[in-house]
Nanobody, 120 residues
Framework: QVQLEESGGGLVLAGGSLRLSCVGS????????MGWYRQPPGRQRELVAA???????NYADSVKGRFSISRDNAKNTVYLQMNSLKPEDTAVYYC??????????????WGQGTQVTVSS
């Protein structure tokens, strides 16, 4: 069982910055692929960034060069640093932990979400 708790959301002006944090419970945090997803109003949830256990990262094209994902395994925490925020970044941001259950099978755990609102 994995529990995730996000923090750091809020209201910010366009061009500003926020840092989201996600603390995970349970064993084996360092080996899990962790990700940040977001769900804008009226739209589907989408991947923002992910970081694997070995530290490799991938980003949505829309946030490349502006957002950075990192992890501190000693603190069971993953971060999302968001710079140069735009109104279109407004969404509920969710922390995700992916646990592999087989060669090509996995189970996703989710946090409760944190609201990020960017005003123009």
């Amino acid at each position: 069982q994995v529990q995730l708790e996000e923090s750091g959301g809020g209201l910010v002006l366009a061009g500003g910055s926020l840092r989201l944090s996600c603390v995970g419970s349970g064993r084996g945090f360092s080996s899990k692929t962790m990700g940040w997803y977001r769900q804008p109003p009226g739209r589907q949830r989408e991947l923002v960034a992910a970081i694997s256990g070995d530290g490799s990262t991938n980003y949505a094209d829309s946030v490349k060069g502006r957002f950075s994902i990192s992890r501190d395994n000693a603190k069971n925490t993953v971060y999302l640093q968001m710079n140069s925020l735009k109104p279109e970044d407004t969404a509920v941001y969710y922390c995700n932990a992916r646990v592999m259950t087989g060669f090509a099978n996995w189970y996703d755990y989710w946090g409760q979400g944190t609201q990020v609102t960017v005003s123009s």
